[in-house]
């Protein structure tokens, strides 16, 4: 049985004249990992922006854990991780997990208890109180993450979780991801990198605000008769 | 409102972390009114260098007040280089009928004050003519001589321009620096991305700027009270009225400029543009407030001042430290310095809306 966690129906927008998405059909389903892959500019940001209804829409309808967005009380149950790490660099570790834990309204024992378990599953149990400014790019990721799945997110929405990162850690990122997502989660994970394409469940092909593909990678490779995602693209783009 | 505790404890902690900017932010205000101090309170009596030569009548040196220097000279020099030369500000020559001044006038400002000192010098030699010509008459026509008695509205005689000028002054520091500290604060967060990772929680919008206004304003108190108190108690301000005015006014005016504060950050796409910004909301404040007299600025110009908060902080201010009024008197200002905190608020509340639409 599939159970819808997100989804755009027909989601269009503007900024002033630019469109920026146009005609986007996306559904997120319970322990599937979504990718959003697409060059840079091609409105993966925008796309998950509206999707959890940070953006508003000038078309279409966006749908989280059964609730038309934008809704406040839902973003509590969205683990969102941005771009940028996004940590105050003075604070140490686990004063930044109690700041964005007490915003996610986590409180007293029970954040302690989420705090320590997330930071072992990020593999910053040792270095939890040291300041955030003598982290390496790797593992200000993980923490990022750790505070991202927070109070057990049911969806998570990941821009560019593997940007900057050595390859080990972007390995363990996706296992990680996959290890959430057969524990039931539903996940997006809007990438440029169009290798971890074949890492997800369903990829989404965006280019300039169109989705010109989506389906199961390797029936993707076949269609564009690919080996890989990248050929994908560079196939479309000589159409084009 | 789970989430405005959160906020006032992670900026306390990143204050507390990151020292220097906090104590920078209550030293360098200090510095500046200290400089102002020694600049405005002590220069007062500019002391003054005269030549003459040396056949002059002694009652004239003699009439000149304690900040002149007479330097007498035994031949008539050139003037051209005497005045470089010896650093002298004028010289004067007396006839019998005339007086004869050269004014250096390389600061005109200085020019008066060696005026009013040469007109003491000749008072000096009329009185003196006056009593040979008084003494000669009988005693019954001579009137009483006449006694002045001077007594000042506000403040003393020994008042000077940096006491007309400190409570707005302090204000404009005051204003200054926590505009600069809230705007850069917040810059700061959306730069790193922390804002948008607040905004991705349920807290709400006004729960996030009311927890951004009442942190960074429990430090401006403390900034505030210690700005004060060090006029008070180094600088030797004397204030009339109310120290509790004093600093309510203080604290509503630096709450005003953290919510402006707020506002602006969310204004600008660099640094630079910033900084611009805070200049624009600053700079004319300083012709606005008061701080320079009004003679000197244009009635519609001056009219601009009430668009600004600092006008009304630096009006209540005089009338508590200098005039000694209280409540009847300013309560107008107050609410005007409320107005401004409640609109810039709003304002940054709607502006939120860019980040996030809920």
């Not at chain 2, 505030?224 to 180094?234: C, D, E, K, N, Q």
Request: proline fraction near 3%; include cysteine; glycine fraction near 6%.
């Amino acid at each position: 049985m599939t159970e819808i966690i997100a989804s755009l129906r027909e989601a269009e927008k503007k900024f002033f004249f630019k469109q920026v998405l146009t005609d986007i059909n996306l559904t997120v389903n319970r322990g599937e990992i979504v990718g959003l892959i697409g060059p840079e500019e091609s409105g993966k940001t925008t796309c998950l922006r509206c999707l959890i209804g940070m953006e508003d829409l000038t078309g279409g309808e966006a749908h989280v854990l059964n609730k038309k967005m934008p809704k406040l009380s839902v973003l509590n149950r969205i683990g969102y991780m941005s771009q940028e790490t996004a940590l105050y660099e003075t604070l140490t570790a686990y004063e930044n997990m109690v700041f964005f834990g007490k915003l996610k309204n986590l409180k007293g024992r029970n954040l302690k208890d989420e705090i320590d378990k997330k930071l072992r599953l990020v593999e910053l149990q040792d270095a939890g109180h040291k300041a955030v400014s003598k982290f390496s790019n790797s593992m200000k990721r993980r923490l990022s993450l750790a505070i991202t799945l927070l109070g057990e997110p049911p969806f998570i929405v990941l821009d560019e979780p593997t940007a900057g990162i050595d390859p080990k850690s972007r390995i363990w990122v996706w296992n990680q991801l996959r290890t959430f997502a057969d524990a039931g989660t539903g996940i997006i994970v809007a990438t440029q990198m169009m290798s971890e394409a074949e890492q997800c469940d369903t990829a989404a092909l965006l280019m300039d605000g169109k989705i010109f593909a989506q389906g199961k990678p390797k029936k993707l490779m076949d269609e564009f008769n690919a080996s890989t995602i990248e050929e994908v693209f560079i196939n479309k783009e000589a159409v084009i | 409102m789970n989430g405005i505790k959160a906020i006032i404890e992670r900026l306390y902690k990143s204050m507390l972390k990151n020292v220097k900017i906090p104590v920078l932010m209550i030293l360098v205000p200090l510095a500046v009114l200290t400089l102002m101090y020694l600049v405005f309170d002590v220069n007062n009596n500019t002391s003054i260098r005269l030549g003459v030569p040396d056949t002059t009548n002694t009652t004239f040196i003699e009439g000149m007040p304690d900040n002149v220097e007479v330097i007498t000279y035994e031949l008539a020099p050139v003037l051209e280089t005497l005045l470089d030369a010896d650093d002298l500000d004028a010289f004067v020559t007396i006839a019998d009928k005339s007086l004869n001044i050269t004014y250096k006038n390389e600061d005109p400002s200085k020019t008066p004050a060696v005026q009013r000192a040469v007109e003491k010098g000749v008072q000096a030699i009329e009185n003196e003519r006056l009593e040979r010509v008084i003494s000669a008459l009988p005693e019954e026509a001579v009137l009483s001589e006449m006694e002045i008695e001077t007594s000042y509205l506000y403040g003393h005689s020994e008042s000077t321009f940096f006491e007309k000028m400190f409570p707005i002054l302090t204000g404009l520091l005051i204003f200054f620096f926590a505009l600069l500290f809230t705007s850069i604060m917040l810059f700061r967060e959306r730069t790193a991305g922390t804002a948008e990772r607040i905004l991705s929680t349920s807290v709400r919008r006004s729960g996030i700027i009311l927890g951004y206004l009442t942190g960074f304003g429990l430090f401006m108190t403390l900034q505030t009270a210690i700005i004060v108190l060090y006029s008070i108690y180094l600088l030797d301000m004397n204030v009339t009225g109310s120290l509790a005015f004093v600093f309510v006014i203080n604290i509503l005016l630096a709450l005003s400029a953290a919510a402006a504060g707020i506002f602006v950050s969310m204004l600008a796409n660099t640094e630079f543009q910033l900084m611009i910004i805070i200049l624009l909301i600053t700079v004319p404040q300083i012709f606005l407030s008061g701080l320079i007299p009004f003679v000197h600025i244009g009635d519609w110009f001056n009219g601009i001042g009430y668009g600004f908060p600092l006008r009304y902080a630096g009006e209540a201010l005089t009338e508590v430290i200098i005039k000694g009024n209280g409540w009847p008197y300013i309560w107008n200002e107050l609410l005007a310095l409320m107005l401004f905190i409640t609109g810039f608020t709003v304002l940054a509340i709607l502006k939120m809306k860019k980040y996030r639409r809920t």
